[in-house]
């Protein structure tokens, strides 16, 4: 990636000086490229930093897929420094944003490993408990083999027997050792897999939750964008039905600036409320990052398009957040995307003909001002 601070650097120097620096860098190691700059500093200046926040973005987008627990709290952080490089370009402003997203970076990569080794050891302490179990279940058994076999070496003395009398006693002792034998085996295997049952069914729990942890957007409550993809890979192997709605909150930026993040997480919580609340029982919702969301409809498009205009007469309106005692009033509208899928399509192409209407609904919209303090 390219090192925005040495570029303004480099921008603020003659653009004779500015080439020399860039080739000097170049010698050093610290900036490789494939050929020497052609266009002056002002031109390359936006390109560079558009790229730059292209990155951070990106980098919060997949952050949040490599792990949804650690990911969510890391790609606002990365967005908020994204916003605040695109309010103000100095080299101050790169070098704090630099150093954020190091700090950031190394923050999440130790929380994230922390993570993945409890869940390895819960792992771990499972496969443990299977092997104990299996050991206490041999050796209930081993002892229980010994015993039959010298219920099975009396059997053979008594054969050898004359006497009657000898014979029925020494048969009924025999029985009855036999028969205690049997039940302790019967009792200490129940106990066995009693225990062994009931810590399964801890550690089950334990998994079904840290799987629902993994494939729900902490923030408002919905599936997540790993979640999403997996139902939509799904309904695409079953050759179901699908139409996918992508829903972007028209003007939200706006929110953000206006009254801060907090009011603005209140807003997305709300409207993703709200969407639950018109959907049906079988349509599945989640959000993807941000203020997008999106909506699977397993029916064909005009039922589809109804379901959608339903939708947004229901959500798209007047709603009210409290900030320090006070009642704040917005009036919310968003941008609608939907797409069938079409046979043989994949789900990046389906993706991509939903999002491509939503951004064309949003530019129709553009004029307007869609999120205003009343």
Known sequence: ?????????????????????????????????????TNSAEE????????????????????????????????????????????????ETIEIVRNSVQELLRDWSRRTAKHYLHQTGEVRELLLLL???????GQSDQRCA??????????????????LTEIRVSIEKSAAELKTSIDRMSTEGKAAIGQLQGEVSTYQAKLEEAEEIASTDSLTGLCNRLCMEHQIERRIEAGSPLCMVIIDINGFKLVNDEHGH???????????????????????????????????????LPQAQLQID????????????????EIIKLRVDAAFGLAERKPKETMKELFNRADAEMYHNKAVAHTQNAVLKL
């Not at 603005?264 to 079988?282: N, P, V, W």
């Open 1 to 37: 990636m390219i090192s925005l601070k040495a570029y303004l650097d480099a921008y603020a120097l003659p653009k004779a000086k500015a080439a020399s620096d860039v080739k000097k860098s170049v010698a050093d190691g610290t900036r490789k490229m494939a050929a020497p700059l």
């Open 44 to 91: 390359l200046l936006p390109v560079a930093i558009a790229a730059y926040c292209s990155a951070l973005q990106e980098t919060g987008k997949y952050i949040l897929n490599a792990c949804p627990t650690s990911g969510e709290e890391l790609q606002k952080k990365l967005h908020e420094l994204n916003e605040s490089l695109s309010l103000s370009i100095t080299r």
């Open 131 to 137: 092997v104990h179990t299996v050991e206490s279940v």
């Open 146 to 163: 010994q015993q039959i076999n010298e219920v099975t070496m009396r059997l053979n003395q008594i054969a050898k027997l004359e006497d």
């Open 262 to 300: 907090l009011i603005g997480d209140e807003l997305l919580k709300q409207f993703a409320t709200e969407l639950r609340s018109a959907s049906r029982s079988h349509d599945l919702i989640g959000r993807l990052g941000g203020d997008e969301f999106m909506i699977l409809l397993d029916c064909t």
């Open 310 to 325: 339903r939708l947004r007469e229901w959500v798209c309106g007047n709603y009210s957040i409290q900030k320090n005692g």
